[in-house]
């Protein structure tokens, strides 16, 4: 630890110990997504999103959008069968429009994206997220922060009955085994 720490990482530190308050005052409007322990979502003004918290499945959505791996825009097809299993393509694409538009509604129609029709992404310029803080800080040989950040296991306490395949134990053992730690 005798090397400098990187300015990035103390400006994660800042963040975490101002609660936002550090991006709000760079007029920066990031919207705070932390899925590392129970999930919680902020909007750029610090207010917990209550109203994407309540909606688990769309909740789950959001977080499955900024963590799963490879990183980037997942198609609608593999997010339809992965969280309305249950449904044909129809109505299961109508569910996932539906889920998208109640998304953008409290955090911003810019934060989700598409490209083309198929495809489905985050904008990052818009999101921090605790879990690529987290892999940041371990690629970075900063297990000070890494452990600042880790507040609990993926999507603690997270069950989606109606999605079998959804499994948060499964991504955890895919976010340790990406970051090299098992």
Known sequence: WARKVPPTFVFVLELLSSGGTVLRGRGVSLIELRVLGSLDLRGPGGEETLSVLTQLKRATLLAYLAVAHPRGFHTRDKLTGLF????????????????????????????????????????????????????????????????????????????????????????MSNLWEMTGYR
């Open 84 to 171: 309305w299993p249950g449904l044909d393509q129809e109505r299961a694409r109508a569910a996932l429009r539906q889920s998208l538009y109640t998304l953008r509604q409290p955090l911003g129609e810019d934060l989700i994206r598409s490209r083309g029709t198929e495809e489905v992404g985050l904008d990052w310029e818009r999101l921090w997220c605790d879990v690529i803080a987290f892999e940041e800080a371990i690629e970075q040989d900063d297990p000070e922060t890494a452990l600042q950040l880790y507040r609990g296991d993926l999507l603690e306490g997270v069950f989606l009955s109606d999605c079998p395949d959804f499994d948060g134990a499964y991504m």
